[in-house]
């Protein structure tokens, strides 16, 4: 029992490493500032195979495995996380749920052009009244003929404004179940269907070359064959997506705590106070120890987690203590570098400035801390 | 079209790299080893000509055992097979004798072109790719920044330091790339997952007929009879600006020559 990687497994690794390094490091600090979504590096990424990474190849995958996902998104957000929240977005919540409850003609239609980066899509979850107790949705969905009427908003969705963004796939009220409770399915709205409107991008704090919308639909109507797996089972499908998606925010999140110790140990090397360089005063050292201490801990946390998703094992708290741990633990590194990195780690021309401003949403999105917490203490039987 | 691209591991540039202090080679054994960068160019072009004219693409390196590493790199990129030259004999090999061999390889081969990059980053002698057209009887087109393929002729810009020269020759050629030929792939999944099953053939000298005295240290032309560690840099010079700074920036600058 260990947690070595494969040989193609290191191999992809580096492969992605490389490409992070070449391609993304010197040219996302601009984007970033210009909160501009960075088409060149997604298009260089579709070439690379990184939006099919998890899918069969008979829709244009890689045919790789969720956890192959989680090692090229935890090398991508080691050097920035607005890159890779655009890559975990476009495959576990705008390629899989389409791949796992499509019909075989909406995989057809949809997955080759998502699976090769040249389109993308987005999922509409979170709505401005609701984000956490997703029972709430308000957003409605009416079948009057042979199509469904949308009428509500989604806030916060990843990927839905791009040029390339070719659906979004929303959760809606599609009636009232026996026990009283709502009934929520899945829909497809391809991107342009008239009376789905695009707002304008949020001015957000991090994550600032991600693509982030309130989506509103008044009277949208798209075919009834666009219901998205089993009426009413809606919110059932969107667990799992969850579930697994928390697995990749862990992986995002060990990226950037780690890409928090690459650049504290280059900068203690280099930085000199009082004659020496700074990585000589133990302050220095202990801090970025503990900091490599969190990261390869939190690692670890997710590396069991993906092993079990991958192996068919159930995984819910894994995956929930992973996601609480490296989302808290890339919080804790990101003060800590910029702290390492004194005056230059509140600039934005420094990477851990923009560490710092990323780290704050992994403790939100795909579920809260305290939503993790639930989990944990419920599967605990509390 | 059959196209052979040469691919050399070296200790990567971007690290330290030394000599052995026992007989003067790279020290390959403390380096993290790498594609010859320029290699990786000429196997984006073979990639490329595949796509565009159908045909194979096959890797050839000489190397030690470890070289293989290298090679499973750059079958991950796309090429169809290589071939391995390793053999304990041929450590030391000048660029006379590892020309001979990679000749004799590319003679089992018969490429119709023999694709490599312009130089290694380790010896950066630049002379391997006219040692093996001559050798082969084949025209050399080195120091390509583009490489076109019509039919058999063979086009291409030859990079100068002024500009650039047009030549052309029939194929079989050998044609030397620089980096600014091509953007080279980074390896995806399923290159990678594929190039574990890609055939890798292992050839030793005496495959491929060349006695043991005609290649490595013992059969070099040449030697490296000293090496030394670079100095350490000096402290440089500081001028503080007493209102004639500019003037003494331009005349550091013009005796230095760089004016």
Redesign the interface.
């Given at each position: 029992m260990d947690f070595r990687l494969t040989?193609?497994q290191r191999?992809?690794r580096d492969?992605?490493r490389?490409?992070a390094l070449e391609q993304v490091a010197p040219v996302i600090g601009e984007y970033y500032e210009r909160h501009a979504f960075p088409y060149e590096i997604v298009r260089q990424m579709g070439?690379?195979?990184?939006f099919g990474?998890p899918l069969p190849?008979e829709y244009g995958g890689?045919?790789?495995d969720y956890f192959?996902l989680c090692l090229a998104l935890e090398e991508l957000a080691r050097v920035d996380s607005s890159v890779a929240i655009t890559l975990e977005a476009a495959i576990s919540l705008g390629a899989m749920p389409i791949y796992r409850f499509g019909t075989p003609e909406q995989r057809e239609t949809w997955l080759p052009r998502l699976t090769a980066g040249e389109a993308l899509a987005g999922f509409g979850l979170t709505e401005p009244g609701f984000g956490s107790d997703a029972g709430g949705t308000a957003t409605r969905a009416v079948l009057d003929g042979d199509e469904w009427v949308v009428n509500g908003s989604k806030a916060f969705i990843t990927n839905s404004g791009t040029d390339l963004t070719a659906l979004v796939t929303v959760t809606a009220v599609t009636g009232v179940n026996p026990d009283g409770s709502k009934e929520i399915s899945a829909i497809i709205v391809p991107s342009g269907t008239p009376g789905f409107t695009v707002q304008p991008g949020y001015s957000k704090v991090g994550w600032c070359a991600s693509d982030t919308h309130e989506l509103t639909f008044d009277d949208c109507r798209v075919p009834a064959a666009n219901l998205l797996g089993e009426r009413g089972r809606g919110f059932a499908q969107f667990l799992r997506t969850l579930d697994e998606g928390r697995v990749a925010i862990a992986a995002l999140s060990v990226g950037l705590a780690q890409g928090c110790v690459d650049e504290s140990v280059k900068y203690a090397g280099q930085r000199r106070a009082f004659g020496r360089p700074i990585g000589d005063f133990q302050a220095i050292q202990f801090k970025i120890a503990d900091m490599e201490t969190r990261a390869y801990t939190a690692r670890l946390a997710y590396y069991d987690a993906a092993a079990r998703l991958v192996a068919g094992e159930p995984f819910k708290r894994q995956a929930a203590i992973a996601k609480l741990y490296a989302s808290e633990a890339a919080v804790t590194n990101a003060r800590e570098a910029a702290q390492v990195h004194g005056g230059y780690g509140f600039m934005n021309e420094f990477p851990v400035g923009r560490f710092y401003r990323d780290a704050k949403i992994l403790e939100i999105g795909e579920g809260t801390s305290e939503i993790q917490r639930m989990i944990i203490s419920r599967d605990l039987g509390l | 079209m059959n196209i052979v691209v040469l691919v050399k591991q070296v200790p990567d540039s971007g690290a330290e790299r030394n000599l052995r202090s026992d007989d003067s080679t790279v020290d390959r054994g403390s380096a993290s080893n790498v594609i010859n960068e320029m290699d990786e160019y000429a196997i984006e072009e073979a990639l490329r000509i595949r796509e565009a004219h159908g045909g194979e693409v096959t890797v050839l390196s000489m190397g030690p055992a470890g070289a293989a590493e290298s090679i499973?790199?750059a079958l991950?990129m796309g090429p169809d097979g290589a071939v391995h030259v390793v053999d304990d004999a041929l450590h030391g090999s000048c660029a006379v004798a590892t020309s001979k061999v990679l000749a004799a390889a590319l003679r089992t081969l018969s490429p119709d072109l023999v694709l490599c990059g312009a130089e290694s980053t380790d010896g950066r002698v630049q002379v391997v790719p006219h040692m093996l057209a001559e050798r082969l009887g084949v025209a050399a087109l080195t120091g390509a920044r583009k490489l076109t393929v019509d039919g058999g002729t063979l086009t291409v810009e030859r990079q100068t330091e002024e500009g650039y020269e047009v030549v052309t020759a029939p194929a079989p050629a050998v044609v030397s790339v620089w980096d600014t030929i091509n953007e080279p792939?980074?390896?995806?999944?399923?290159?990678?997952?594929a190039?574990?099953k890609k055939p890798l053939r292992t050839l030793a000298l005496a495959d491929l007929g060349i006695p043991a005295d005609e290649v490595g240290l013992a059969g070099a032309t040449s030697a490296v009879v000293e090496h030394s560690q670079r100095p350490p840099r000096s402290g440089g010079q500081k001028i503080t600006d007493g209102g004639d700074g500019g003037v003494r920036l331009v005349e550091f600058l013009a005796a230095e020559k760089f004016v």
């Open positions: 040989e193609e191999a992809l492969s992605v490389e490409f070439k690379m195979g990184l990474l190849e890689m045919g790789g192959a | 499973r790199k991950s792939r980074y390896p995806s999944f399923k290159g990678i997952m190039a574990k």
